[in-house]
């Protein structure tokens, strides 16, 4: 039976290897990599290969979510699992409309971790329940639908601008221009019908985008 190839991408190291131990009792899973951020997951899986990646969203670098496009394009055939703090919307829609194939918050319990990686490395797709759930409530109306109409890299800027970051610091984060960044805040302002950084940033925090510990000021 051909083990299932697992790469680990997390910031916090005893998280990672608190996923390693679970994986590698498994007989038919092992661990060929790990990473602590976007780019160096890119970096590793263009050469391991893994069948599946376990990836959480919030990084520092690139983030998450464009880790998750780039990987699509570096390695096509690896299958991406987010396993995030963040439960609600708009978190689960952008990761799966990057490429992600299932999402799990990082409340689950170990075994249903297990299962996702088996679903995702036999082809199939896994939202644990509560998630799926939200996505379905997100997409009826309000403030989490105006959310989940952000683009990926529009939503990484609104975070940014949430935790106070000024343009050029998101423009260097993001590996963007600052005037790329400009275009990027008038138009989730505009989306999201707010007009001040108080309002937005209120927003994120109603949302769980922001923790209020985090605000700015």
């Given at each position: ?7 680990l991408?997390d910031?916090?190291?005893?998280v990672?290897?608190?996923?390693r131990?679970l994986i ?13 951020s ?7 899986a263009?050469t391991l290969r ?5 990836l959480?969203?919030s ?6 979510l ?7 394009r ?8 987010v396993?995030?703090?963040?439960e ?6 952008l990761a ?8 799990l918050?990082?409340?689950c319990?170990?075994e ?13 797709k896994?939202?644990?329940s509560?998630v799926?759930?939200?996505?379905a409530?997100g ?6 639908k105006?959310?989940a109409?952000l683009?990926?890299r529009e939503f990484?800027?609104?975070?940014c ?6 343009v050029?610091?998101i423009a ?9 960044v400009?275009?990027h805040r008038?138009?989730?302002l505009?989306?999201?019908?707010v007009?001040?950084?108080?309002e937005?940033?209120a ?9 209020v510990?985090?605000?700015p000021?």
């Open positions: 039976m051909a083990m299932i190839r697992v790469m991408v910031d916090h190291a005893v990672r290897a608190g996923f131990r590698e009792t498994m007989a038919d899973m092992e661990v060929v990599g790990e990473a602590a976007g780019e160096e997951a890119c970096r590793q263009a893994p069948d599946v990646v376990v959480d969203i990084m520092p670098g690139i983030g998450g464009e880790t998750i496009g780039r990987l699509a570096v390695a096509p055939e690896a299958r991406v699992l396993l995030s703090v963040h609600n919307e708009p978190f689960p829609s799966l409309e990057r490429g992600a194939s299932g999402y918050t990082k409340r319990a170990p249903e971790l297990i299962t996702a990686v088996r679903e995702l490395a036999h082809g199939r896994y939202l644990a509560d799926a759930r939200r996505i409530l997409r009826s109306d309000g403030e989490p105006r959310l109409s683009s990926p990484e800027v609104f975070a601008l949430a935790r106070g970051r000024l050029n610091e260097a984060n993001l590996n963007l221009s600052p005037k790329t400009h275009v008038a138009n989730l505009a989306k999201l019908g007009k001040t950084t108080a937005l940033v927003l994120a925090v109603r949302h769980g985008v922001l923790d510990t985090q605000a000021g």
